[in-house]
């Protein structure tokens, strides 16, 4: 009995695909041989998972304050699965402000589930059928997969970003509508469904913003040919480029199919709160907003966590003075130190203005530039105790590039980085006549 099966075949579809996601997987494995150094010196450094640590000592100081915790009874009972009404809106008046939107955000168009993960699979089972998809510039943070349409069962259409510029094109990995187009074509081609495009803005794992004039296009572009918009604006508020400014699409003006226009946002980024798991979506769809009513039961967040929220972001004063000034601070000067010690080692790096992340290319250190030589490279770099992420793991169609997360203490980023410099250390050993053109490294 015990080793009969019993679970369905779409359970063990469900199965297969979660133990084929690199990012869990390597998550897990991340967290189980954590560096420590007392307790685990030779543990492994985690910069492949996007959080900000570098925002505890405040957060932590914020949430031990009498006021986070303050209970009464509505807490203690059931209550509206999509957000209790004190929570959605504080967070119509917090949105409408921090995202400077062109309309005040409605309460009754904001959703409250356990994380944008939830928010992107129920949007998969409302939206989608069975084998749609949804376009998807790559490369991008890969658990959207998973996310739309691991229960789903719809998918992603990629829409591949370059290093190298079409025609028009002035920054590399620019994203243009006629990118969406030729892949939308092609989908189409293919006698696919398209239901959507997947926008992350900012993105991850390149650290662009969109400007208004994309955002605008694209919505065009989308009306044009019915497609829903998921824009994911999860990093609005950690842009960490001091000349940089982010709009979020609810600060459009002239929005031209808000229907098919849905804005997903967390607090797992801009808070570093992923532990809280508190995600939000905007939209003004009847339809979706009936279906989310009835389904909001299985991804709802606990009232005492969207009453704490609630008081973190009431408080204009912390928010302004202490938290997100210096959280700023912080990403920038842990951002600049990343850039550098990348450039110590002879990478280069697309240059990021918001997100935790650094899109770092290390294809002079891959002899064949294939897939098989990128994870050969991963797993030297995990042998060193260090985990980053592979880009073709993030749908990247060029190998050799790795996304790194930067936000994390200046001590375990330097620490990190030297034994990164032990592996191209020992590359150039094994075959420095092929890469003349690198200066020796040199971390201090």
């Known amino acids: 009995m015990e080793n009969e099966e019993c679970l369905t075949s779409v359970s063990r579809e469900i199965i297969q695909d979660y133990n084929e996601c690199f990012l869990l997987k390597w998550l897990a494995k991340a967290t189980a041989y954590q560096y420590d150094k007392e307790k685990n010196p030779g543990g ?53 402000e921090r995202l400077r939107a ?9 959703v409250v589930l356990n994380g944008v993960a939830s928010v992107l699979e129920l949007l998969g089972f409302g939206l989608a059928e069975p084998g749609e998809v949804f376009l998807s510039p790559s ?16 998918k992603c259409f990629d829409v591949p970003l370059t290093e190298e510029m079409d025609e028009g094109e002035t920054t590399p990995f620019q994203l243009t509508v006629a990118r969406l187009d030729r892949a939308y074509q092609k989908a189409i081609s293919q006698g696919l469904t398209v239901k959507g495009i997947i926008l992350i803005n900012p993105n991850n794992p390149l650290g662009d913003i969109y400007t208004p004039e994309l955002l605008q296009d694209i919505l065009t572009f989308a009306k044009k040919h019915n497609l829903h918009v998921l824009m994911d604006e999860i990093y609005a508020l950690s842009v960490h480029d001091k000349d940089a400014s982010f709009q979020s699409v609810l600060a459009l003006p002239n ?19 992923s532990g809280f798991r508190c995600a939000v979506l905007i ?18 967040v606990p009232a005492p966590v969207q009453n704490m929220l609630k008081v973190l972001i009431e408080d204009k004063e912390w928010l302004d003075n202490v938290f997100f000034p210096t959280n700023k601070q912080r990403m920038a000067k842990a951002y600049i130190l990343c850039k550098d010690l990348l450039e110590k080692l002879g990478v ?9 992340f650094v899109w770092a290319d290390f294809r002079p250190y891959l002899k064949t530039k294939t897939i098989e030589e990128e994870l050969e490279l991963f797993n030297e770099f995990i042998t060193m105790g260090v985990y980053i992420v592979p880009g ?15 936000t994390l203490p200046e001590e375990l980023i330097v620490k990190a980085f030297k034994r990164l410099e032990l592996v191209i250390k020992e590359i150039r050993q094994v075959s420095e006549e092929n890469e003349p053109d690198i200066e020796p490294c040199k971390i201090s």
Request: proline share 7%; glycine share 6%; with cysteine.
């Open 102 to 110: 062109a309309e005040p955000v409605d309460p009754n168009d904001i």
């Open 348 to 356: 280069r790096c697309h240059p990021s203005k918001a997100g935790f």
């Open 283 to 300: 939209t003004k769809n009847k339809q979706l907003k009936t279906f989310l009513s009835l389904t909001s039961l299985y991804g709802a």
């Open 139 to 154: 490369p991008y943070y890969s658990m959207i997969r998973t996310d739309i349409g691991c229960k789903s069962r719809s």
């Open 392 to 406: 073709t793991e993030m749908f990247a169609i060029e190998p050799g590039w790795f996304r790194i997360i930067f």
């Open 255 to 273: 929005v031209p199919d808000p229907g098919r226009t849905h804005v997903l946002w967390g607090f797992s980024k801009d808070f570093c709160l």
């Open 44 to 96: 492994i450094i985690n910069l492949g998972t996007a959080e900000n640590p570098l925002m505890e000592d405040v957060i932590l100081e914020r949430l031990s304050r009498p006021d986070i915790h303050a209970m009464d009874r509505d807490l203690i009972y059931y209550f509206k699965t999509t957000g209790m009404p004190r929570f959605t809106n504080a967070l119509a008046t917090f949105l409408t």
